[in-house]
């Protein structure tokens, strides 16, 4: 992740305690047992695990956003190439995303749902904003 960065604070403990190691490692290694960590395109890795009964979230980068996961890791062009494979699985999809025209236009064949949220993480304070929450178009 580019600018990103470990805070500390003076006035509180370190979040890490090596004396609470062993148990924070058991927790891990029981929610995680049966989990396999991929590495791939998202395009790659859909077509690899689409079939009826699967469910892929999707989280790209905010419209308008599209180097803050680094350069090149997702385009503008890649929302359009995104919306045409979500479009053909077997499976299906919940995606969340900020809420533009462009996205509303590339999805408008799924269901939309505006979402109310607060963006926190800058210095500023914080901000309400809409999003979409954006779902495989229900068949009747």
Known sequence: MVGQSFGV??????????????????????????????????????????RPGTLFYCDPPYWGNETDYGRGIFNREDFTALAGTLRQIKGHFVLSIN??????????????????????????????ACELIITSATQG
């Open 9 to 50: 604070a003076a006035d509180r403990p370190a979040c890490f305690n090596l004396m609470q190691l062993d148990p924070m490692l058991e927790a891990v290694h029981e929610r995680l047992s049966g989990v396999v960590i991929e590495c791939q395109p998202w395009g790659a890795f859909i077509r690899r695990h689409d």
């Open 99 to 128: 809420d533009v025209p462009e996205i509303r236009k590339l999805f408008a064949w799924a269901s939309i749902e505006e979402v109310q949220t607060t963006y926190s993480i800058s210095k500023q304070a914080a901000k309400r």
